[in-house]
Nanobody, 115 residues
Framework: QVQLVESGGGLVQAGGSLTLSCVVS????????VAWYRQAPGRQRELVAF???????SIAGNVEGRFTISRDNAKNTVFLQMNNLEPEDTAVYYC?????????WGQGTQVTVSS
């Protein structure tokens, strides 16, 4: 079993920045992948950013250039740096860990961007 705890969400004005954190309950390098998703009201959950165990990353096209995924192996923490936020980025952001075929999710953190 893997527990994930997100933090760092909040209310920010358009153009502002936030950094989300996801603390993982086991060695992050033992995971096959970590990812950030988001879900806005009335919409499906969508992938925002992905990082493999080897450190390769992928960012969704609609946030590319504004969002960055990174990790601190010593602290077993994954980050999502979000810059130049837009009202359309308003959503609950979730962290996910993958080990082979198993997926583990955090409880989510709310990000609200005001115009």
């Amino acid at each position: 079993q893997v527990q994930l705890v997100e933090s760092g969400g909040g209310l920010v004005q358009a153009g502002g920045s936030l950094t989300l954190s996801c603390v993982v309950s086991r060695r992050i390098l033992s995971l096959d992948a970590v990812a950030w998703y988001r879900q806005a009201p009335g919409r499906q959950r969508e992938l925002v950013a992905f990082m493999s165990s080897g450190g390769s990353t992928s960012i969704a096209g609609n946030v590319e250039g504004r969002f960055t995924i990174s990790r601190d192996n010593a602290k077993n923490t994954v980050f999502l740096q979000m810059n130049n936020l837009e009202p359309e980025d308003t959503a609950v952001y979730y962290c996910k860990a993958v080990i082979i075929a198993d997926e583990y999710w955090g409880q989510g953190t709310q990000v609200t961007v005001s115009s």
